[in-house]
């Protein structure tokens, strides 16, 4: 059974940064893409930053320049690094490992972005 961890939420002020983790309990590369999506309140769930197996990237278009999705192969684990955070990047964030036939999704991370 295909398990993602995430870690790193927590409540920041405007500006600052924080760095969510996803560990995935087998290797990444089974996987066509690994990424991170986030849902705010009263909102739909909305991709953030997508990796591929290559090492391709996306990003959502309001986070480019901020947010990065890296991955540490050996440790199954792939990161988002989120700098200047703003009151609108509030919401749950949940690591998601994709295959053509299959979504695997961790249980959310909460990150509030508050004065």
């Known amino acids: 059974q295909v398990q993602l961890v995430e870690s790193g939420g927590g409540l920041v002020q405007p500006g600052e940064s924080l760095t969510l983790s996803c560990a995935v309990s087998?290797?990444?590369?089974?996987?066509?893409?690994v990424g991170w999506y986030r849902q705010a309140p009263g909102k739909e769930r909305e991709l953030v930053a997508r990796m591929s197996s290559r090492g391709d990237t996306n990003y959502l278009d309001s986070v480019k320049g901020r947010f990065t999705i890296s991955r540490d192969i050996a440790e199954n684990t792939v990161y988002l690094q989120m700098n200047s955070l703003k009151p609108e990047d509030t919401a749950v964030y949940y690591c998601?490992?994709?295959?053509?036939?299959?979504?695997?999704w961790g249980q959310g991370t909460h990150v509030v972005v508050s004065s």
């Open positions: 087998i290797s990444i590369f089974s996987f066509n893409a």
């Open positions: 998601n490992a994709h295959r053509v036939s299959f979504d695997h």
